[in-house]
Structure formats: structure tokens, C-alpha cells
């Protein structure tokens, strides 16, 4: 993403540091951004639980013709292909979930994968397997803005 010079990609940490939602939040919005794409590893106490989730908002952007929803579909589909994760329902989380129903721009939340899963968990250690989750957001990335300069879904 950084290699490309019409894109400006800004990034709320680069190591285990671990900013507050709100400072996230606030710090997207301020920048006015495009788009957000947080990404996450997830768990579940019931370890047969795996996959590639996605979270999203149906509020913001609902009018418009690419929205929160649009780029989580995109995401979801492009990352479970990608890394051969199974590809679970989206998940609409625009009422309690802090970075997503303050986030100002079409944004999706990618769990890749769940860390209680060992099967997941072997792909998610895997740096074969990041570099396929990453090469994938870059697609939702580029599918993203060449659905917004066209104006459709």
C-alpha cells in the first residue's frame, strides 16, 4: 500500500501497542479518510468455530452507492479466497460496536481467522498465509476505489 503514489495509507500502530478505540476513531475521522479497514484476529469459547468475519455498518453510507456494507462484502469475499479460510456471514455491528458506529467513512472490521480455532490459528501464525490476508485487502483496497470513482456498486 505504501508503494503506491496515489494512495495515502495512515496506520494507528505498527507494533502491540494498543491505542483507544475513541483515539482511532477520532483519528480517521479527522484525516477525512476514504475508507477504514481495521484488522483483528477472532475468538470463540467453542473452539469448532472458524472462518473469515467481517463486521460493518449499515448506517453510515446506506444511501450511497459504496458503503460500509459494499466494502465488507468485498473484504469478506476477497480474504476467504485468498487464504482458503471459510467465508462466514457478514456481521452488522453499527450499534455497539465503538470504532464502528463512530467511524465517519465506509469502514469494515476484518477477523481473520479465529485464534481458538487450532486449524485457524496454524493459517493466522502462518507468514504465508498473512501475506495471502494482506495481498487480499490490497484487492478490497483497489476494487474499493475504483467502485468509488465509478460511482457504483
Not at 477525512?32 to 455498518?57: F, K, Q, R, T, W
Not at 468485498?74 to 450499534?95: D, F
Not at 493466522?124 to 465509478?150: D, F, G, P, W
Request: proline share 3%; charged share 25%.
Amino acid at each position: 500500500l505504501d508503494e503506491r503514489e496515489d494512495w495515502k495509507v495512515y496506520y494507528t500502530r505498527l507494533n502491540n501497542t494498543l491505542p483507544d478505540l475513541s483515539t482511532r476513531v477520532e483519528f480517521a475521522n479527522a484525516l477525512h479518510a476514504d475508507m477504514l479497514v481495521s484488522i483483528h484476529c477472532n475468538y470463540n469459547p467453542v473452539s469448532v468455530v472458524n472462518g473469515v468475519e467481517v463486521l460493518y455498518s449499515k448506517v453510515q453510507g446506506a444511501e450511497e452507492a459504496f458503503n460500509s456494507k459494499r466494502l465488507a462484502e468485498i473484504c469478506s469475499s476477497y480474504v476467504a479466497e485468498a487464504t482458503g479460510l471459510k467465508e462466514r456471514p457478514l456481521v452488522e455491528r453499527s450499534s455497539n460496536l465503538h470504532l464502528i458506529k463512530y467511524c465517519n467513512m465506509p469502514m469494515a472490521l476484518i477477523e481473520f481467522g479465529y485464534m481458538s480455532n487450532p486449524k485457524d490459528l496454524s493459517m493466522i501464525t502462518s507468514e504465508k498465509v498473512q501475506r495471502q490476508c494482506a495481498a487480499a485487502i490490497y484487492r478490497t483496497i483497489y476494487e474499493a476505489y475504483r467502485l468509488l470513482e465509478s460511482g457504483s456498486n
